[in-house]
């Protein structure tokens, strides 16, 4: 069973908007971590904030934690055409196995 | 330098038989894990392994098993193959055991049952 949920489930901005991704979890974690999935491809890592931490940036993205809430929210800033796939959360409680949600399908347009 | 390849890409098989998937890890990583996405959904859990060792297991079935190597490839074998068994089976290293490293994962073996 998955051990998160992402909202929305899927989103259609235009280039230039800001995307915002929230990601819900169930148990206590260690980090909780960004992934995106083109069409058809593999994952590829976005970012990682640990349970300790509240705010973090790389580049476009920005990413909260508020473990109060057990909740995560993603933001990419002045979207592109290239930002168009699946993002996916996945928490880490110190185990070995990532814990994924269901994605947000994010769509961006010209 | 290389990152995770996984083969085959696609590979298409009958309800009760049996397949091998292979995955070769980033150079210098000895954690390899295993998951399955089906359409539509995430990745779930399968497998870890560490230093040959297995390391975590997922909620699946004993059709499912794997091993790693001396040069830290893996495989992931599924017997008796069910119609439930089709989806993208993703690999991933990481250099450390633990999940609070970036898993690195290749672009998965696409595996259809008919």
């Known amino acids: 069973s998955q051990q998160g949920e992402e909202d929305p489930q899927a989103l259609s901005i235009q280039e230039g908007e800001n995307a915002t991704m929230n990601c819900s979890y169930k148990?206590?974690?260690?980090?909780l971590q960004w992934y995106r999935q083109n069409s058809g491809r593999g994952l590829v890592h976005l970012i990682l904030?640990?349970?300790?931490?509240r705010e973090k940036h790389s580049g476009r993205l920005r990413v909260t934690l508020d473990t109060s809430k057990k909740s995560s929210s993603l933001l990419i800033t002045a979207s592109r055409a290239a930002d168009t796939a699946s993002y996916f959360c996945?928490?880490?409680?110190?185990?070995?196995?990532?814990?994924f949600g269901k994605g947000t399908s994010l769509l961006v347009t010209p | 330098d290389a990152g995770v390849t996984q083969s085959p890409t696609h590979l298409i098989k009958t309800r009760g038989q049996h397949v091998t998937l292979r995955c070769s890890p980033i150079s210098g990583h000895k954690s390899v894990s295993w998951y399955q996405q089906v359409l539509g959904q995430g990745p779930q859990f399968i497998f870890q392994y560490y230093e040959k060792e297995e390391r975590g297991r997922g909620n699946f079935p004993d059709r499912f098993s794997a091993r790693q190597f001396p040069n830290y490839s893996s495989e992931l074998n599924v017997n008796a193959l069910l119609l439930g068994d089709s989806a993208l089976y993703l690999c991933a290293s990481s250099l450390v055991v633990h999940g609070d490293q970036p898993q690195h994962f290749g672009d998965g073996t696409r595996l259809s049952i008919l």
């Open positions: 148990t206590s974690i260690n980090n």
């Open positions: 904030i640990r349970s300790n931490e």
């Open positions: 996945a928490s880490s409680n110190s185990g070995y196995a990532l814990n």
